[in-house]
C-alpha cells in the first residue's frame, strides 16, 4: 500500500492506495524513504449554529442550494427538528435546531444557492 495526502475543498486528508489486479512488475530496491512530514491538524469544523444576542443561528453545513423549508417565522421548535433541507450533490441534508425556540427569521428562500457557512435562520 501506498500512503497519498490528498487536498479537497481546503482539508488535507491522508489515504492508502492497495493496487487491486495484475502482479506488479519487479522493482529494484528503493533507498529508505525519509519521514513523511507530519501532517498539519485539520481546522476545526464550522459549528453549523452558533449563539448571537438574536438568538440561535442556523447556518449552512455544506454548499448547496435550499431544497425545501420546513419551518416558517413564528413557528416553535424543539432540539433536533428539522427547519430547513438543503440539496448539494443529489441529497437532501436536514439542517436542525440544537435548541428548543421559535424560529424568528428564515434568511433564504425555497432553490436559493447556499455556501457551507451562510445564516439560513435564526432561532430565539
Excluded at 491538524?41 to 420546513?70: F, M, T
Excluded at 436542525?96 to 427569521?105: C, I, N, P
Aim: glycine share 10%; no cysteine; charged share 25%.
Amino acid at each position: 500500500m501506498e500512503k497519498y495526502i490528498i487536498h479537497v475543498n481546503g482539508k488535507e486528508y491522508e489515504v492508502e492506495v492497495e493496487k487491486v489486479g495484475g502482479e506488479a512488475p519487479a522493482a529494484a530496491p528503493k533507498a529508505p524513504a525519509a519521514a513523511p512530514a507530519p501532517a498539519a491538524p485539520a481546522p476545526a469544523p464550522k459549528a453549523p449554529q452558533a449563539a448571537s444576542q438574536d438568538g440561535v443561528k442556523l447556518e449552512a453545513g455544506a454548499a448547496g442550494k435550499v431544497w425545501k423549508i420546513v419551518k416558517k417565522a413564528g413557528d416553535s421548535v424543539a432540539k433536533g427538528d428539522t427547519v430547513v433541507i438543503l440539496e448539494a450533490m443529489k441529497m437532501e441534508i436536514p439542517m436542525v435546531a440544537t435548541a428548543d425556540g421559535v424560529v424568528k427569521e428564515i434568511t433564504v428562500a425555497e432553490g436559493q444557492p447556499v455556501e457551507a457557512g451562510d445564516l439560513l435562520a435564526i432561532i430565539g
